[in-house]
């Protein structure tokens, strides 16, 4: 009796190469992305503004209303209250 092989049941070598290759090209991706971020976070300074009003014990996220960012904000992030200045 012979044994029918699955679609998607690679074994061997293709398999281990085709593995690998995709191993690698997330690894290149991800990499990539997290070069460019910080490229792009690197070129940004901030500042603290009335410190002395920054509460130790408080809300979360409350203080971050004190922080100025100089430069373009670096991906999608909604949730901080970060204030932004070109």
């Given at each position: 009796?012979?044994?029918?092989?699955?679609a998607f049941g690679i074994n061997g070598i293709a398999g281990m190469l085709i593995a690998t290759v995709l191993l690698l090209s997330i690894l290149a991706g991800l990499t990539t992305a997290a070069i460019i971020t910080q490229q792009a976070t690197a070129q940004q300074s901030y500042e603290v503004k009335d410190p002395l009003s920054i509460q130790r014990i408080g809300p979360d996220l409350a203080n971050e209303t004190h922080v100025v960012i100089h430069g373009a904000p670096v991906g999608g992030d909604t949730l901080h209250k970060y204030q932004f200045e070109q």
């Open positions: 009796m012979e044994k029918q092989g699955s």
